[in-house]
Nanobody, 120 residues
């Protein structure tokens, strides 16, 4: 079973910064999507940022200008650099690596999540 592990979460004051990483010790195929999702208590899990095969990066408008996503699909590494954090960023952040659209070898892997808490 492939295991993804998020790290770097913690508690910070508003305006602070954190860097989240997603790592794995397992060897698997190159995903065509790597992304970050977050879920706050009582809310649905939402997409935050992603990198697709080819290096195309995307972040949602709510974090644009504050968060930067980086990584390498070939190395199965994924990072989310978060600056100027706001209380509304408080959530459990999950990493996801998936491969879809192929005849075989597709997958959808998730980590256990890391808590980010931003206080005012």
């Amino acid at each position: 079973q492939v295991q993804l592990v998020e790290s770097g979460g913690g508690s910070v004051q508003a305006g602070g910064s954190l860097r989240l990483t997603c790592e794995t010790s397992d060897d698997f195929r190159v995903p065509n999507f790597m992304g970050w999702y977050r879920q706050a208590p009582g809310k649905e899990r939402e997409f935050v940022a992603s990198i697709r095969s080819g290096g195309v990066a995307d972040v949602i408008d709510l974090v644009k200008g504050r968060f930067t996503v980086s990584g390498d699909t070939g190395d199965h590494t994924l990072t989310l650099t978060m600056n100027n954090l706001k209380p509304e960023d408080t959530a459990v952040y999950y990493c996801n690596m998936r491969r879809r659209g192929f005849v075989s070898g597709n997958f959808d892997y998730w980590g256990q999540g890391t808590q980010v808490t931003v206080s005012s």
